[in-house]
């Protein structure tokens, strides 16, 4: 089963986002100090997921933005 790049990306989130959390909550040391060791674990296997990831895209450097394309203009007087 392969699992999607995205995915890495919402866990490796969720998971630096709970360590901000239980920073701010003054959580015991010993916790915050294996979940960030982890954190930064999963943020190479995120990074490298995501850069292996075979994504192709139809867009280009024309397209802009998606919500407001300036290679299609319409122009209207």
Not at 2 to 26: C, E, F, G, S
Not at 32 to 40: A, D, I, N, R
Not at 52 to 67: A, G, L, P
Request: aromatic share 14%.
């Amino acid at each position: 089963m392969k699992i999607p790049a995205m995915l890495y990306v919402v866990i490796t989130t969720l998971m630096l986002v709970t360590l901000t959390i239980m920073v701010a909550m003054d959580m015991p040391f010993n916790w915050v100090f294996y979940v960030t060791c982890l954190g930064q674990v999963f943020v190479v296997v995120m990074v490298y997921k995501v850069l292996r990831d075979q994504y192709t895209t139809d867009k280009t450097f024309e397209d802009f933005y998606e919500d407001h394309p300036i290679g299609k203009q319409k122009i209207t007087s």
